[in-house]
């Protein structure tokens, strides 16, 4: 499903991704840990070129991208490799003049031309599988922050994605909220739905990742199954990131 090759990304003299290699096989959930400023938001922005890689390829289903430092990619180049992306954010980034109908609509209509009453259907569809059929028709002010990123996860799958990203989609919520959000990502890894997932939720990897993978100072310490990353892993950094994670 996702191969990447050799991917470096700097912003300035900042080499924020240094040759980073991952193989996400399709129906996965790669969870990717590590410290602030360790290159995990930027190698998800890479995945949806949000951000564009200076060097190497990613490969995404039957799509290859090449990137070369001072090469441009053509506009339709980007649109058509990012409308077989979901994304969440950490921020939900919901619309807020629109509805929670309105916003899981919106991008269905205006980016895959979808009817309204086509792209109404699957939107209250998408609504009631995250559990909010009744707050349709709510703006996002009247949702709490764990009902806003259900809504945000429900826009994105209505896209039709072969891959759901998320960045850090429950940090910005209260720790009350935090569970209602990985139970609707933990059903959509149980549909085999295709996940990269940047998050500080070590529960969630260790219980629902088919891969974890240690990022630190841009590279790729160390992946493996969450057993091995978790109980069996004999590197020095992972043990110290994890020590310090399991003691806050």
């Known amino acids: ?12 003299t900042l080499e924020v991704l240094k040759g980073i ?12 840990i590590g ?4 290159g995990k938001t930027t190698l998800l922005r890479c995945l949806n070129l949000l ?3 200076d060097q190497g390829n990613i490969q995404l289903g039957d799509q290859i991208i090449q990137f070369k430092a001072g090469a441009k990619l053509k506009s339709k180049e980007v649109v058509d490799f990012r409308k077989n992306t979901g994304m969440v954010f950490q921020g939900y980034n919901l619309f807020p003049h629109l509805t929670a109908l309105e916003n899981v609509m919106e991008g269905q209509v205006t980016v895959l031309k979808r009817s309204k009453t086509d792209a109404e259907a699957k939107a209250r569809k998408l609504l009631e599988k995250v559990g909010l059929k009744e707050r349709a028709d709510m703006y996002p002010h009247q949702l709490s ?9 429900a826009r994105a799958m209505a896209m039709d ?14 720790p009350e909220l935090v569970g209602e959000v990985l139970k609707v990502m933990k059903d959509l890894a149980k549909e085999n739905m295709t996940m990269v997932v940047v998050t500080h939720e ?23 199954t969450p057993e091995q990353v978790f109980q069996q892993t004999s590197n020095q950094r992972t043990l ?9």
């Not at 290699?21 to 990717?32: F, R």
């Not at 922050?145 to 996860?153: A, L, N, P, S, T």
């Open 21 to 32: 290699d991952l193989s996400i096989p399709k129906g996965t959930t790669a969870v990717i």
């Open 202 to 224: 070590m529960q969630f990897a260790q219980d629902v990742a088919d891969q974890v993978i240690f990022m630190d100072q841009g590279v790729v310490v160390e992946k493996g």
């Open 145 to 153: 922050g764990g009902q806003q990123q259900r809504v945000g996860i």
């Open 1 to 12: 499903m996702i191969q990447i090759q050799n991917l470096h990304k700097s912003f300035g």
């Open 161 to 174: 994605p072969q891959v759901l990203l998320f960045d850090e989609p429950t940090s910005a919520l209260d």
């Open 35 to 38: 410290p602030s400023g360790s």
């Open 240 to 248: 110290q990131f994890l020590n310090k994670v399991s003691s806050r």
């Open 51 to 53: 951000e564009i890689p």
